[in-house]
């Protein structure tokens, strides 16, 4: 099943053995573009899937449930990851402007991505209870509040950052450049400046990721206010 | 040869014939393969994380649908998926030993929730492949992507309806369990056609690289070859850091998660070390200050339903018995320590004290039976439970009257509720008003 022979480029007949079934068989792969047991395999994944969508039309809010799995793959691949990619570009461009070295700037910027998408990351497990978004369904499920969630998050958040900041300053005293960098030269020329439109889109993601971070800070500050009145 | 100027005469329509095909128009933006620059990309990165992932998923697959039979799904009302797949749960849960559920259930949540950012990473690894074009050049990889779609939504799917389920907010228009249920058949169904597929080239991409690529810092990071691989830049940019940051930054997320979550299922002794899990709070020290998983207001039992009027009856005998609570207490007691261990993950051991179920039986006229639980509860699909056989025989499965020597506090459970080893949580019904048992 490795072997997929490319579509138009039929393989030769193998060794002597041109036989009527194997050149039925190469017309077979010829067609369908792979060994006949892929077809199978194929076919079998999708039975099963075809089973479970026949169940799930019996299950209530069959469309609900549809909606759910096309919007999973709509909501990863085509929301998610080009912001988080657009956010990534962004900070790396922004390090690479205004930090000299590279060595160092590279070393910045690490110390402050990182212990962000850790911090994303554990909101993206959380972010119901951190946020509240159903504290009666909560309150009344369990008993308890959901006070202490938004705290626990930012302290978590503080620590990261902490120990990051902490690694990074050893780092950028410990280290003395070692060998220069190494990269793979481009196959392409020099790519032109990047468009107009490219910048504009840049920086209005990065105007949204500011508002973001304001609306962040200032869930945080109500947050600690309400946990830690003054 | 330029456009315009083909030649004329009697050999235009021959040179015409043997100009070599038109290239494709050029693609642009993310399909263009150029787009896409990161360094890092190649097989041998998304084969390490798959590699990671792998066992994750495995595990919590297989706990997944070890849940689904600990509920014994062939038994009463219990199958809440509406199948009739639950034919393929042959076998009744054991009782022994008592955490079994408790760690296969801790392994699902944790394993489900650790793989979380190591898929989110293999997905980012491979994102170019989504708009490679033709779409599909031929039958084989047409059906293929197809495939991958569905592995892409019911995983995704998958890990969030799980993390809300967790979370208790559920904002979906359907009924999780066999939402989540169904998903993990569509996601079994296309990992393994996936794996077929892809564990030759993951192992191709070992053999030829072993761990190398892990030695290589950012300043000698080698960049992998556009030409072999489909997944490799064709146009890198410099990079902002080495594969080995990135894999170690993945491990950091998926094992902080782990540290995180662990207190509240695998130890319990841990639980306020689970500063972002709902079930991480402690409710204090008395007898019944420990995990509730529905409270009695949630669920709507009034207060006087349970009251000296309470009765339990016992049907499935030769006539129905009704029992009040003290002459439930006036019965041999006994005392477990048990745990009570949710499908959301989290578990609590208390020591319960109670009447035997088997003893129970043996007051109804029976000596092996199934028996249908049913709460004084009005609504909601976990208001009655069926126990099998083994788990009614079991010495150590009580109605509890008592927990950690004080009377079992409204919401869990009084006047009496069932706690039965090695049963998930929401099965040991609480507030218990009729046992109807069946000989089998």
Redesign the interface.
């Known amino acids: ?2 072997a ?1 022979p490319q ?1 138009r480029q039929p393989r030769p007949p193998g060794g002597g053995a041109s036989t009527e079934a194997g050149s039925r068989l190469d017309r077979f792969r010829y ?4 060994e006949p047991l ?2 199978l ?6 039975a ?2 075809a ?3 026949l ?2 039309i ?5 469309a ?2 549809l909606l ?3 919007g ?2 709509v ?3 085509l929301i998610a ?1 080009p912001l988080y ?1 657009a956010l990534l570009r962004v900070a ?1 461009e922004g ?1 690479g402007l205004t930090v000299e070295p590279r060595r160092r700037a ?1 070393l910045t ?2 110390s402050v991505r ?1 212990p962000t ?2 911090s994303l ?2 909101l ?3 972010f ?3 946020f509240k ?2 504290a009666r ?2 309150e ?5 509040g959901l006070d ?2 938004l705290g ?2 930012l ?2 958040t503080a620590a990261l950052f902490a120990v990051s900041g902490l690694i990074a300053a050893v780092r950028l005293r410990g280290g003395r450049s ?7 030269k ?3 020329p020099p ?1 032109p400046e990047p468009s107009r439109i490219l910048t504009a889109l840049a920086r209005a993601v990065l105007a949204a990721a500011a508002l973001l971070a304001l609306w962040v800070a200032a869930l945080a500050a109500y947050g600690l206010y309400s946990s830690f009145p003054l | 040869m330029a456009r315009g100027t083909a030649p004329r005469g009697p050999l235009a329509e021959s040179e015409r014939a043997r100009r070599p095909p038109q290239p494709m128009p050029p693609r642009r933006g993310p399909f263009d393969r150029d787009f896409w620059r990161s360094p890092l990309r190649g097989r041998w990165l998304t084969s390490l994380l798959g590699s990671a992932l792998l066992p994750l998923l495995v595990l919590c697959g297989i706990t997944g649908f070890l849940s689904h039979a600990a509920y014994d799904p062939n038994l009463g009302s219990n199958d809440v998926t509406g199948g009739f797949d639950s034919g393929l749960y042959f076998f009744d849960w054991p009782t022994s030993p008592v955490w079994l559920y408790s760690v296969t259930q801790g392994l699902h949540v944790l394993s489900g929730l650790a793989a979380i950012p190591i898929l989110l990473v293999k997905l980012w690894s491979v994102i170019p492949r989504l708009y490679e074009r033709p779409a599909a050049p031929s039958l084989a990889k047409g059906l293929e992507r197809l495939s991958v779609a569905t592995l892409v939504g019911s995983a995704v799917f998958l890990l969030a309806t799980g993390t809300l389920n967790v979370l208790y907010w559920l904002p979906f228009p359907f009924p999780f369990v066999p939402a989540h249920y169904y998903a993990a058949i569509i996601f079994v169904a296309a990992l393994t056609l996936h794996l077929a597929l892809k564990l030759p080239l993951l192992a191709a991409a070992f053999r030829r690289e072993g761990l190398r690529p892990l030695g290589e810092g950012i300043e000698m990071m080698r960049v992998a070859d556009p030409d072999e691989d489909s997944l490799a830049p064709t146009n890198p940019a410099a990079p902002t850091i080495s594969r080995r940051g990135l894999l170690a930054a993945v491990g950091a997320g998926s094992l902080g998660i782990v540290a995180l979550n662990v207190g509240t299922n695998l130890l319990p002794a841990l639980r306020e070390t689970a500063l972002l899990s709902p079930r991480g709070q402690s409710y204090g020290d008395g007898p019944n200050d420990f995990q509730v998983n529905k409270t009695a207001a949630a669920a709507g039992i009034e207060p006087q339903a349970t009251g000296a009027e309470w009765r339990l009856e016992l049907v499935g005998g030769e006539r129905p018995l009704e029992l009040s609570r003290s002459d439930l207490l006036a019965m041999e007691q006994r005392t477990e320590r048990l745990p009570i261990a949710c499908v959301e993950g989290w578990t609590t051991y208390q020591d319960w004290t109670g009447v035997q179920l088997r003893e129970l039986a043996r007051l109804a006229g029976h000596e092996r039976a199934e028996v249908l639980v049913e709460s004084l509860q009005e609504a909601g699909a976990f208001r009655q439970a069926t126990l099998n056989r083994g788990q009614v025989d079991d010495e150590r499965s009580l109605l509890a009257l008592r927990v950690n020597g004080a009377e079992l506090s409204l919401d869990h459970g009084f006047p009496a509720r069932v706690i039965v080893p090695a049963l998930p949580g929401v099965h040991n019904t609480k507030w218990v008003r009729r046992m109807t048992f069946t000989a089998v």
């Open positions: 099943m490795g997929k579509r067609e369908y573009g792979a892929h077809l395999a194929t076919v079998a994944s999708l099963v899937f089973y479970a969508l169940r799930i019996e299950l209530p809010a069959t609900g449930i759910w799995l096309a999973a793959i909501a990863h691949d990851l990619s790396e390090a590279l910027l690490n990182i998408a850790l990351l554990l993206l497990i959380s119901p209870l951190v978004l159903d369904a909560y009344l499920t369990t008993g308890l202490r969630y626990n998050w302290l978590i070692r060998r220069p960098m190494l990269t793979r481009s196959r392409r790519q």
